[in-house]
């Protein structure tokens, strides 16, 4: 099982940035996935998800209406569009199998830096 996380860096706020996570060793379409984050000196912050079998997605209140959750089934990969960046979205970000399950199964994650 691999998950690798990509497309972070710095951005201005206001920016965009959309990140990918390559998953290996199970199917994403199988599986409800989470990207989490964790900012510095923070814990592990549920982000959004996306529901397997229905593909419904959730976001938490803070990213809602900025950030978007998507897959692509064929090449097993996760992916978060993120608009309108804030300052406070900087933090590495982790796509994770699951949810509310403490994320044990999550890649090496991808920092992502808002700042002017």
């Known amino acids: 099982v691999q998950l690798v996380e990509s497309g972070g860096g710095l951005v201005q706020p206001g920016g965009s940035l959309k990140l990918s996570c390559a998953v290996t060793?199970?199917?994403?379409?199988?599986?409800?996935m989470s990207w989490v984050r964790q900012a510095p000196g923070k814990g592990l912050e549920w982000v959004s998800a996306i529901i397997a079998g229905n593909n419904h997605m959730y976001y938490d209140d803070s990213v809602k209406g900025r950030f978007t959750i998507s897959a692509d089934k064929a090449s097993n990969t996760l992916f978060l569009q993120m608009n309108s960046l804030k300052p406070e979205d900087t933090a590495v970000y982790y796509c994770?199998?699951?949810?509310?399950?403490?994320?044990?199964?999550r890649g090496q994650g991808t920092q992502v830096t808002v700042s002017s």
């Open positions: 060793g199970f199917s994403i379409e199988l599986n409800t």
């Open positions: 994770a199998k699951g949810i509310y399950n403490g994320y044990r199964t």
